[in-house]
Structures are given as C-alpha cells and as structure tokens.
C-alpha cells in the first residue's frame, strides 16, 4: 500500500516561507499526476499546484509564490512556499498517482499569521 507523509507544515508570519515535503513509500517515478491541494476551515479543499504530463500548473492565488518539484531519486515531492500571506493558512495535502490522485496524504498544517 503506497504512503504519502508530508512534512514541514508550521506557524509563519506573513511574508515568510515555508517548505512543505511529501515522502512516497513507492516509486515516483511513474507518477503522471502529483499534487498539493489545501483545505481550509469551511471551505472545500483545492488544487494549490501540480504537475502532470502538460506540465505544471498553479492556482491563481499562488501563482509567482508557489513553486513544485518532485525528486524521483527521492521519491519525493516538494512545495516552496514564499511570501505567505493569512489567507494560506489552511492544512495542506499531497496527493499522487498514475492516471488520478490515487493517494493522499494525512496532511500537514499551515498556518499564516498576519
């Protein structure tokens, strides 16, 4: 059974940065489709960044603050988050797999002080 742990979640003040990490149990190496999504109190949870066979894409609110990346040889999956404003706060959680999000993660939790 394949195991996401995402790491690196934690308090910040607006403006600061934050790391999160996503450690696969498996290979990564046949992923087509990694994600981080979010969910805050309330709200539905969404696509945050990711990476598929066309590329990478962002949400709208992230986008020049974001940044994703896997490491295969790591099977690991990364989020660079800077300048983080209040309204990231929210858990944050990675999901992978070959043709959809097959797996996710237990989540991590970011929270954004102002």
């Known amino acids: 059974q394949v195991q996401l742990v995402e790491s690196g979640g934690g308090l910040v003040q607006a403006g600061g940065s934050l790391r999160l990490s996503c450690a696969a149990s498996v290979s990564i190496f046949r992923m087509n489709i990694l994600g981080w999504y979010r969910q805050a109190p309330g709200k539905q949870r969404e696509l945050v960044a990711g990476i598929t066979t066309h590329g990478l894409n962002y949400a709208d609110s992230v986008k020049g603050r974001f940044t994703i990346s896997r490491d295969n040889a790591k099977n690991a999956v990364y989020l660079q988050m800077n300048n983080l404003k209040p309204d990231d706060t929210a858990v944050y959680y990675c999901?992978?797999?070959?043709?959809?999000?097959?797996?996710w993660g237990q989540g991590t939790q970011v929270t954004v002080s102002s």
């Open positions: 999901a992978v797999g070959r043709w959809s999000n097959d797996y």
